[in-house]
């Protein structure tokens, strides 16, 4: 099975989260956040993580790590006593196949042959009485298939044996549990543990080289590259496509290596010496700029595996020279047959971008007292059409924004 074919994140799904009132970002295989700073946009990145960090850790640890509930509630122009996180994706029918094969669990394969959309998402607001938090609603929605669980603890599913079955606390979810029951809901949780990853990357933490883990999943900040690097160095396309990206970006490098010394991970960078073709001279992690450093564990974000469903990355274009900028941004496009990207920025040199096309684009706006998500105006759409770009609107401050915000209308945890 493919790493493509596995998750896809069609949209998350905001209510009361920080400054988002009620927002709905719908996921293309490349989508770019455009917008102030302090917008929201790392907010929309967050909620992503907030998902994961729930069912991989716990609710409780997950909130703890964001300041407690207090700091998650929306104090807006409408203060929020409850927050809602939703996201609907789809799983295909091979790796729903794959999750099956695993665990033996329930699994009707004839009605499924096309895979499952699946949305899912709970809502949690402040405890009776004003201490601590409890989950008021958690919902999983695909086709037929329903679970749904209530605020005293209790949940059903459908009309099945275990249905009534009580938790222990009303501040856990109820997912990992039903995870145990059925293979539908056991690849829902393990594709919502698994499918987001995102980048704050520093290329100060880069240079570390910490002590060898053997992980080939990248650490947010970039901090274990080498590890990352030394895993797709075990597979010659991997490395040649690192490679020949990285010699785009700086030039001279004719390869990067990974080394260990000392039990620690070094990074090697292979540089041409005048017009050889052959690397000459070899400069230490330390010796290079953070620009290569940032492009090096982008790189290795886009290639690594397992590859997750959607790679989040901040500030795409910081410390990059434009023309760098470009070869990373060919990389990207050309990484979304392996992986949905989501990336952040406000570089018009970045946003001009072929792959950048203006229905990839949201804007983020900070309006009436909270973050709003806005699709272009149709106006906008066709201004940014080549040869003109949506970077040169920008630029001219012309990135006109569609009249009404992109919402959830209705039922929060409405399938699709």
């Given amino acids: 099975m493919s790493d493509s074919a596995r998750v896809h994140i069609e949209e998350l799904r905001l209510s009361g989260y920080r400054a988002f009132e009620n927002a709905r970002l719908q996921l293309d295989d490349l989508t770019v956040l455009v917008g102030r700073n302090g917008a929201g946009k790392s907010t929309l990145i967050d909620a992503l993580e907030f998902v994961r960090d729930a069912l991989s850790d716990s609710l409780a640890n997950a909130l703890e790590?964001?300041?407690?509930?207090?700091?998650?509630?929306?104090?807006?122009?409408?203060?929020?006593?409850?927050?809602?996180?939703?996201?609907?994706?789809?799983?295909?029918?091979?790796?729903?196949?794959?999750?099956?094969?695993?665990?033996?669990?329930?699994?009707?394969?004839?009605?499924?042959?096309?895979?499952?959309?699946?949305?899912?998402?709970?809502?949690?607001?402040?405890?009776?009485?004003?201490?601590?938090?409890?989950?008021?609603?958690?919902?999983?929605?695909?086709?037929?298939?329903?679970?749904?669980?209530?605020?005293?603890?209790?949940?059903?599913?459908?009309?099945?044996?275990?249905?009534?079955?009580?938790?222990?606390?009303?501040?856990?979810?109820?997912?990992?549990?039903?995870?145990?029951?059925?293979?539908?809901?056991?690849?829902?949780?393990?594709?919502?543990?698994?499918?987001?990853?995102?980048?704050?990357?520093?290329?100060?933490?880069?240079?570390?080289?910490?002590?060898?883990?053997?992980?080939?999943?990248?650490?947010?900040?970039?901090?274990?590259?080498?590890?990352?690097?030394?895993?797709?160095?075990?597979?010659?396309?991997?490395?040649?496509?690192?490679?020949?990206?990285?010699?785009?970006?700086?030039?001279?490098?004719?390869?990067?290596?990974?080394?260990?010394?000392?039990?620690?991970?070094?990074?090697?960078?292979?540089?041409?010496?005048?017009?050889?073709?052959?690397?000459g001279v070899v400069f230490d992690i330390g010796d290079m700029s953070d620009g290569t450093l940032r492009c090096l564990a982008i790189l290795l974000a886009l290639r690594q595996k397992p590859a997750p469903a959607l790679v989040c990355i901040e500030e795409v274009e910081d410390s990059v020279h434009p023309a760098a900028l470009s070869v990373l941004l060919d990389a990207i496009s050309a990484s979304t047959s392996r992986c949905q990207v989501l990336l952040t920025s406000h570089s018009p040199e970045a946003l001009s971008h072929p792959a950048v096309t203006p229905e990839r684009v949201r804007v983020v706006e900070w309006r009436e007292g909270c973050s709003q998500l806005f699709k272009l105006s149709p106006g906008a759409e066709e201004m940014s059409r080549p040869p003109r770009s949506v970077g040169k609107l920008l630029r001219t401050n012309a990135l006109f924004t569609a009249k009404d915000s992109e919402r959830v209308e209705g039922d929060f945890f409405k399938a699709p």
Avoid at 136 to 148: I, L, T
Avoid at 228 to 256: C, F, M, Q, S, Y
């Fill in 65 to 279: 790590r964001r300041g407690g509930i207090e700091a998650l509630l929306h104090h807006g122009a409408r203060a929020a006593e409850e927050l809602s996180v939703a996201i609907r994706l789809r799983l295909s029918y091979q790796y729903l196949h794959a999750v099956w094969n695993r665990t033996g669990l329930p699994f009707e394969l004839g009605t499924l042959h096309e895979g499952a959309t699946v949305t899912y998402g709970f809502r949690i607001g402040r405890r009776r009485g004003g201490l601590g938090f409890e989950v008021k609603k958690e919902v999983v929605r695909s086709g037929a298939q329903m679970f749904m669980r209530s605020g005293k603890a209790s949940w059903r599913l459908n009309d099945m044996p275990w249905s009534g079955v009580r938790l222990a606390s009303s501040d856990a979810l109820a997912l990992p549990f039903v995870a145990e029951l059925d293979a539908v809901y056991r690849a829902l949780l393990e594709a919502l543990k698994t499918s987001v990853r995102s980048y704050s990357l520093s290329p100060a933490s880069i240079r570390v080289e910490p002590p060898i883990s053997g992980a080939s999943i990248l650490n947010r900040d970039g901090s274990n590259a080498g590890d990352v690097l030394h895993h797709l160095e075990r597979n010659k396309a991997d490395a040649t496509w690192i490679n020949r990206h990285l010699a785009a970006i700086t030039p001279g490098v004719v390869r990067v290596r990974s080394e260990t010394a000392a039990g620690r991970r070094l990074i090697r960078f292979h540089q041409r010496y005048n017009k050889s073709k052959t690397a």
